[in-house]
């Protein structure tokens, strides 16, 4: 059984910089696609970053482009989401998940981490 454990959350003034590990147990990552998701108080949760299994292919939600970066270390099992010129709004649950695919295809996840709190706020 996969497990996977988000961890460098925190609370950030605006315009500040965090770096979301999402670390893999049980199983090799390798053969999946990660994607990252968030989950903001009273909305439904989006998917906003995804990284193919080998880490050749990335893509981002409109919201987050330019500003966050996805990555990936399958000798260490981990995935990264470098979040850069954070903003109030991005204030979530952020959720790491392997995907159904070994490719970004769509968010559709079969394992997922508990989650780590973001929180942009002056």
């Known amino acids: 059984q996969l497990q996977l454990v988000e961890s460098g959350g925190g609370s950030v003034q605006p315009g500040g910089s965090l770096r979301l590990s999402c670390a893999a147990s049980?199983?090799?990552?390798?053969?999946?696609?990660v994607g990252w998701f968030r989950q903001a108080p009273g909305k439904e949760r989006e998917g906003i970053s995804c990284?193919?299994?080998?880490?050749?292919?990335?893509n981002y939600a409109e919201s987050v482009k330019g500003r966050f970066t996805i990555s990936r270390d399958n000798a260490k099992d981990t995935v990264y989401l470098q979040m850069d010129s954070l903003k109030p709004d991005d204030t979530a649950i952020y959720y790491c998940?392997?995907?159904?695919?070994?490719?970004?295809?769509?968010?559709?996840?079969?394992?997922w981490g508990q989650g780590t709190q973001v929180t942009v706020s002056s």
């Open positions: 049980g199983r090799t990552l390798d053969y999946f696609a």
């Open positions: 998940a392997a995907l159904s695919s070994s490719w970004c295809r769509s968010y559709e996840a079969d394992y």
């Open positions: 990284i193919n299994s080998s880490g050749t292919s990335t």
